[in-house]
């Protein structure tokens, strides 16, 4: 089909034609014309004076030589001088005036939060509150001592850790499937730990159990089960519980032992960094028992 004028609308037609329908040559409206060649005008300019195009090994510089690399590095150095400022304030400071610090709690605090959520809460939970296996973070109950620098000890160091020699370590023997003690033995007991909470169980058991007790278990859980602070063996005496007290969780601590792990963080983290988390962890603690 050959151009045409279109009778209704006074346009010349294309020459195509669509199933009877016929395509108007309308031209584009000038004032999109010019805002396509303004964009071409930018674009070639872009070209010019910024980094464009690629080669093999190389690019197009620009003349301004922008580069986005260093305006990176501009923002980094910057920020690691924010950090720095911010970080000088848990350098080189008693800990436990760290913690009484209420403008230090209230300006950082936030913040170490996220520092805590990032590499703790999935073990200790967000809230701290703890889950099977792993402790609650904000109640008087602890290993090794509740003091500020035992604490951060712990944070360091790592317990039962396999890449840090100053590691804390603390396992709880296998004495059922390592044969340390008869089957008989093992459920008298477990009596005697219940007995020391004060949960239900068979007095005759308990008894015989408190003899074999104080031969296998005493040098480490003290006598009457009370804990030691220094080998990070828990108090049998309360209901706190890392891996369960019930008459079956204890029976599993002695059939199979326990050694719990938790990373050394001062591969990771700076010393900064774990001063900060010493102090999140004894600022909940505060919060916990004031509720």
Avoid at 44 to 54: E, I, K
Avoid at 253 to 272: C, D, F, I, K, Y
Wanted: proline share 4%.
């Amino acid at each position: 089909m050959t151009p045409e004028r279109d009778e209704p609308s006074g346009q010349q037609t294309t020459g195509h034609e669509w199933d009877g329908i016929k395509e108007l040559n309308t031209p584009v409206p000038k004032a999109m014309s010019i805002w396509l060649w303004i964009s071409i005008a930018v674009a070639v300019a872009m070209w010019l004076l910024y980094p464009t195009w690629p080669f093999v090994t190389n690019y197009t510089k620009g003349l301004l030589g922008y580069s986005s690399r260093v305006e990176v590095d501009k923002q980094t150095a910057k920020g690691a001088e924010l950090r720095a400022g911010t970080m000088a304030a848990f350098a080189n400071e008693d800990i436990q005036a760290l913690a009484d610090d209420p403008t230090l709690r209230a300006k950082h605090q936030d913040a170490i939060g996220v520092l805590f959520r990032d590499n703790c809460a999935a073990c200790h939970g967000r809230d701290l509150q703890g889950q099977p296996e792993f402790p609650k973070l904000t109640d008087a109950h602890w290993l090794w001592s509740s003091l500020p620098e035992e604490i951060e000890y712990t944070i360091q160091n790592g317990i039962n850790s396999t890449d840090n020699d100053d590691t804390r370590y603390a396992e709880m023997a296998a004495y059922g499937r390592d044969e340390l003690l008869e089957k008989r033995e093992i459920n008298n007991v477990v009596d005697y730990v219940l007995s020391l909470s004060a949960q239900n169980h068979d007095s005759e058991a308990a008894a015989n159990g408190a003899l074999v007790f104080e031969d296998n278990c005493a040098s480490c859980h003290a006598d009457g089960g009370i804990g030691g602070l220094e080998n990070g063996a828990p108090s049998l005496t309360d209901d706190v519980w890392i891996y369960g007290g019930s008459r079956e969780n204890i029976r599993e601590t002695l059939q199979n032992g326990r050694a719990g792990v938790m990373p050394a963080w001062s591969a990771r983290l700076s010393a900064e960094e774990i001063r900060m988390l010493t102090l999140y962890v004894l600022w909940a603690g505060e919060d916990d028992r004031q509720n």
